[in-house]
């Protein structure tokens, strides 16, 4: 068996559910492994590369992220030699057609789109970190690939512990045949939970009670709730005590959380280094290290230091000298001789690696993370530490769910190293002992499809197999699945609601009874109020959508209610029809686009003032200076507002029914109110019934309706033929994989870009791909005339595209942002990077050299596809040009 040849070259015994996976494959099954952080899933893969390399074949091992691919990569390469291994990831090619090549899930995608002659052979494809399925904006990819491989490739996919693995392994045995699920949720190294408070350190549970009965209920330690209740008392008596001469909150009690490098240093006395810390930004992050700088703190010994030092060198010996001070290259390398560093996505990639590389020697023993290093970067720790248990998701601060605890803690305990793994959370006042214990003792980590048609998608399924038979493929992925087993438990509540209402019916007299009817008047006063509401709602938008298209710049407002109320200047009209958004700055400084949600009555121009040429509105002194003009003109806000009177106030048909409510035989009868206590049961049940069964309607099939939408603005747009074919300007589309796909297709359509030097065109494309962390914008036109131009008409197809989008309700393409314009324009020309940085800020803060290197390669990365597809030859060497230019210094480096 290729089994025992394979298990002999380990330097360790095979787990059971490795050993179950691995026959299973080698059977000729397809499967699916669900396990565990850390418990050696990918030997599973390896074994499948082994398989195809016996058998004379190809084995493709995928993975989500090209940081997980240039690791994979070395791991492959050191096992089976050079010659056998490749690596593909975007702008990455090395040794394409051997054997063994490792590659982003995107990069195989488009390989099964453009029907590669790379893929003949290919016996066995690995999807490593599978669970990224769920990720809403690259989820789709994944589902894409496992329902377009051929049937004969067997597939490998290997997941984080899910709490729905069978659901997911029935859907695979569906699209791809003979699946086997193997779940294991036994972590390789136990996890001891702790809480740290002040400088003392508790276990969570009460192990004790855990020995005597395993299957006993975790009971939080009596220690732990003792001293917390020390803790809160102290604190009560803290705040009630009067404040003294010097004397700050809580600095009696001691109820602070330990100051980072006191952390550290305890972890280091209780023999728990090297150990990971979990802070929720970047700024946190190296606000950390620099705290730690800032202390005695040293981890390491001469020797280790002199050690860290060669592989600094070894990884950014080639980026220029004269930008080491701007990408803060000296603060890093002293961090890193004393052993702490920071990792997040802001960094250059250089650096990270580097941070990498040296954790896994054991060189590096404090790094502070952002959550994003928890997604199959292997780099474990001995123990991972949380300082909040609350993180901002791009919207909201939430608190963390017990699947997001568990991905963070998993990265404790190094198999072959530790013999168990810690997970610390720091206490701090308001943090409770049952919260944390509910996290670490719930194990819900539902897998759920973030599968969306797109316009490439739909264009590339289109080309490959006609409208029929694309419907029926989308009718196959797991979102479908997944709705239609929850339409399963929709029906059956639906049956369950229909029995209660026929009780009610009978109740009531049943449906021939005046009790009944009365009860239906009613129902129908009710429906007819909320249809007049809606109208009232629907007429005051209407109002307030023309009046924000009338406006003009310079033009002054009052904005009646929310957070930026008062008054505002309008920098830049709007005149969509549908959904006007124009740009304002407000008395306090705020600029940004307003929608007709702001206005329950319409915008009125009260005054007008002179705004500068060009207003350069994300710089602070611009707004401080036009803000300050605004409250200087006199002009003064309403302090009240007209309001459109109800419909209803005047309905002839509400009024008709409410007539012969009060004219009806029960209205007066002395059982009313317990019989209308009924009525008004049948009928709340009858409405969550009818809303039920619309859920139903629009849930099935779903996912091909939305299709069929954009197959017809496909159409409409000249990308489909009347005959159902693919056109040229489809066949452009079907090469474009941005999120901005279709309006790249309509700008190389209408030559929108032409006539622009490479610096311009870098600029353009930047504004589809760039998104600021702040409110995007379309107010800077771009530092030439040239650009300027193209930014606008760029701006007006996605306006036009954005109408019928909503005309075909299909999801909106985002809207272009000319946050990185700038900067991208500069560093194509060859300026230098400390004034690029700056540039491509916001509020007066650099941007972080880490972010700048990842937005210039996604920039590359579309101006490679416009390369490839612009019909204009001078676009197409434009681009090629641009970049060239853009891939220089640190950019260059990293992109080697």
């Known amino acids: 068996m290729e089994l025992d040849l394979f298990a002999a070259q380990l330097s360790f015994p095979l787990d059971g559910f490795q050993a179950e996976a691995c026959r299973a494959l080698e059977s000729g099954h397809g499967v699916l492994v669900c396990a565990p952080t850390g418990a050696g899933k990918t030997v599973i893969g390896e074994f499948a590369v082994h398989l195809a390399l016996k058998s004379g074949h190809k084995c493709f091992y995928t993975t989500p992220i090209k940081a997980l691919s240039n690791q994979k990569y070395a791991d492959l390469v050191e096992r089976y030699g050079k010659a056998d291994v490749g690596l593909l990831t975007g702008d990455v090619s090395i040794n394409s057609d051997a054997p063994v090549v490792v590659m982003t899930t995107e990069?195989?995608?488009?390989?099964?789109?453009?029907?590669?002659?790379?893929?003949?052979?290919?016996?066995?494809?690995?999807?490593?970190?599978?669970?990224?399925?769920?990720?809403?904006?690259?989820?789709?990819?994944?589902?894409?690939?496992?329902?377009?491989?051929?049937?004969?490739?067997?597939?490998?996919?290997?997941?984080?512990?899910?709490?729905?693995?069978?659901?997911?392994?029935?859907?695979?045995?569906?699209?791809?045949?003979?699946?086997?699920?193997?779940?294991?949720?036994?972590?390789?190294?136990?996890?001891?939970?702790?809480?740290?408070?002040?400088?003392?350190?508790?276990?969570?549970?009460?192990?004790?009670?855990?020995?005597?009965?395993?299957?006993?209920?975790?009971?939080?330690?009596?220690?732990?709730?003792?001293?917390?209740?020390?803790?809160?008392?102290?604190?009560?008596?803290?705040?009630?005590?009067?404040?003294?001469?010097?004397?700050?909150?809580?600095?009696?009690?001691?109820?602070?959380?330990?100051?980072?490098?006191?952390?550290?240093?305890?972890?280091?006395?209780?023999?728990?280094?090297?150990?990971?810390?979990?802070?929720?930004?970047?700024?946190?992050?190296?606000?950390?290290?620099?705290?730690c700088l800032r202390s005695r703190l040293r981890l390491?010994?001469?020797?280790?230091?002199?050690?860290?030092?060669?592989?600094?060198?070894?990884?950014?010996?080639?980026?220029?000298?004269?930008?080491?001070?701007?990408?803060?290259?000296?603060?890093?390398?002293?961090?890193?001789?004393?052993?702490?560093?920071?990792?997040?996505?802001?960094?250059?990639?250089?650096?990270?690696?580097?941070?990498?590389?040296?954790?896994?020697?054991?060189?590096?023993?404090?790094?502070?993370?952002?959550?994003?290093?928890?997604?199959?970067?292997?780099?474990?720790?001995?123990?991972?530490?949380?300082?909040?248990?609350?993180?901002?998701?791009?919207?909201?601060?939430?608190?963390?769910?017990?699947?997001?605890?568990?991905?963070?803690?998993?990265?404790?305990?190094?198999?072959?190293?530790?013999?168990?793994?810690?997970?610390?959370?720091?206490?701090?006042?308001?943090?409770?002992?049952?919260?944390?214990?509910?996290?670490?003792?719930?194990?819900?980590?539902p897998l759920r499809s973030s599968f969306r048609p797109s316009y490439n998608m739909s264009i590339n399924l289109i080309d490959r197999m006609g409208a029929t038979e694309a419907r029926g493929l989308l009718e196959r992925s797991f979102a479908q699945f997944q709705a239609d087993r929850s339409v399963v438990g929709m029906v059956r509540s639906i049956e369950k609601d229909e029995r209660a209402l026929a009780e009610l019916r009978e109740q009531l007299g049943g449906e021939d009874s005046e009790y009944f009817e009365y009860a239906q008047l009613r129902e129908r006063i009710r429906a007819r109020e909320r249809q007049l509401e809606r109208q009232g709602r629907t007429d005051r938008r209407g109002d307030a959508v023309a009046a924000l298209t009338a406006l003009r710049?310079?033009?002054?407002?009052?904005?009646?209610?929310?957070?930026?109320?008062?008054?505002?200047?309008?920098?830049?009209?709007?005149?969509?029809?549908?959904?006007?958004?124009?740009?304002?700055?407000?008395?306090?400084?705020?600029?940004?686009?307003?929608?007709?949600?702001?206005?329950?009555?319409?915008?009125?121009?009260?005054?007008?003032?002179?705004?500068?040429?060009?207003?350069?509105?994300?710089?602070?002194?611009?707004?401080?200076?036009?803000?300050?003009?605004?409250?200087?003109?006199?002009?003064?806000?309403?302090?009240?507002?007209?309001?459109?009177?109800?419909?209803?106030?005047?309905?002839?048909?509400?009024?008709?029914?409410?007539?012969?409510?009060?004219?009806?035989?029960?209205?007066?009868?002395?059982?009313?109110?317990?019989?209308?206590?009924?009525?008004?049961?049948?009928?709340?049940?009858a409405r969550e019934v009818d809303s039920k069964r619309q859920k139903v309607a629009a849930t099935t099939n779903s996912l091909a309706r939305t299709f069929d939408r954009i197959l017809r603005l496909l159409a409409e747009r000249g990308y489909i033929d009347t005959d159902g074919g693919v056109t040229e300007n489809g066949h452009r589309l079907m090469r474009l994989y941005s999120e901005s796909d279709l309006l790249v297709a309509e700008c190389l359509r209408h030559g929108t870009w032409k006539g622009l030097s490479p610096a311009e065109l870098a600029g353009v494309v930047s504004a589809l791909v760039f998104e600021s962390r702040q409110d995007a914008t379309t107010a800077d036109r771009g530092p030439t005339p040239p650009l300027q131009r193209a930014l606008g008409e760029t701006v007006r197809l996605w306006s036009a595209l954005r109408t019928d989008e909503v005309a075909h309700k299909l999801p909106l393409t985002r809207e272009p942002d000319f946050g990185f314009v700038t900067a991208i324009h500069m560093w194509a020309r060859g300026e230098p990077l400390a004034d690029t940085l700056l540039a491509a800020g916001d509020r007066g803060q650099a941007l972080s050299a880490g972010d700048f290197v990842r937005w210039c390669r996604q920039v590359i990365d579309l101006l490679d596809q416009v390369h490839q597809t612009a019909p204009d030859p001078e676009v197409r060497s434009a681009a090629a040009k641009a970049v060239g230019a853009i891939r220089r210094g640190v950019v260059a480096v990293d992109a080697a």
Request: proline share 6%.
């Open 107 to 291: 990069v195989l995608r488009n390989m099964l789109y453009a029907n590669s002659p790379t893929l003949r052979g290919l016996s066995h494809v690995v999807m490593d970190e599978v669970h990224y399925l769920a990720d809403r904006f690259r989820g789709a990819v994944w589902e894409e690939v496992i329902l377009h491989l051929p049937d004969d490739v067997r597939l490998v996919s290997l997941s984080a512990t899910v709490s729905n693995a069978e659901e997911f392994g029935a859907w695979m045995e569906t699209v791809r045949g003979d699946t086997e699920v193997v779940v294991d949720e036994v972590r390789p190294i136990p996890l001891w939970q702790h809480m740290m408070v002040g400088r003392r350190l508790f276990d969570l549970f009460d192990t004790t009670a855990q020995d005597a009965d395993p299957a006993a209920r975790l009971v939080i330690d009596r220690d732990l709730v003792r001293h917390l209740k020390q803790r809160q008392s102290l604190d009560r008596y803290d705040n009630w005590q009067p404040r003294g001469r010097g004397r700050g909150p809580s600095q009696s009690s001691g109820t602070r959380p330990l100051p980072r490098p006191e952390v550290i240093a305890r972890l280091d006395e209780e023999g728990l280094l090297p150990a990971i810390t979990f802070i929720f930004s970047r700024a946190g992050c190296d606000a950390a290290v620099a705290q």
């Open 300 to 445: 390491t010994t001469d020797e280790q230091a002199d050690e860290i030092v060669r592989i600094i060198d070894k990884h950014t010996g080639e980026l220029p000298k004269h930008d080491l001070s701007v990408l803060g290259y000296w603060e890093w390398r002293e961090g890193l001789e004393r052993g702490i560093a920071g990792h997040h996505a802001g960094m250059l990639p250089a650096f990270r690696h580097t941070v990498e590389e040296l954790f896994v020697k054991g060189l590096v023993r404090a790094v502070f993370a952002t959550e994003t290093l928890a997604l199959g970067i292997n780099m474990p720790a001995r123990t991972v530490v949380l300082e909040r248990l609350v993180k901002y998701n791009g919207e909201t601060h939430a608190e963390l769910t017990p699947g997001e605890y568990t991905q963070l803690t998993g990265r404790a305990g190094r198999r072959g190293i530790d013999v168990e793994g810690h997970a610390v959370v720091l206490w701090q006042p308001g943090v409770e002992a049952t919260e944390v214990a509910g996290l670490a003792s719930t194990r819900t980590f």
């Open 553 to 685: 710049r310079g033009d002054v407002i009052g904005i009646p209610v929310g957070r930026r109320s008062g008054l505002a200047v309008v920098l830049e009209p709007d005149h969509d029809p549908t959904d006007p958004r124009p740009l304002v700055l407000t008395e306090d400084k705020w600029a940004g686009r307003i929608s007709a949600a702001d206005f329950p009555s319409p915008a009125q121009a009260l005054g007008t003032m002179r705004l500068p040429r060009h207003v350069q509105h994300r710089t602070a002194r611009t707004r401080r200076d036009l803000a300050s003009a605004l409250r200087s003109t006199g002009i003064v806000a309403p302090t009240r507002y007209s309001k459109r009177k109800s419909p209803a106030a005047s309905d002839r048909e509400l009024a008709t029914l409410r007539r012969a409510l009060r004219d009806h035989p029960c209205h007066t009868a002395p059982d009313r109110e317990r019989l209308s206590r009924i009525g008004e049961r049948y009928n709340r049940l």
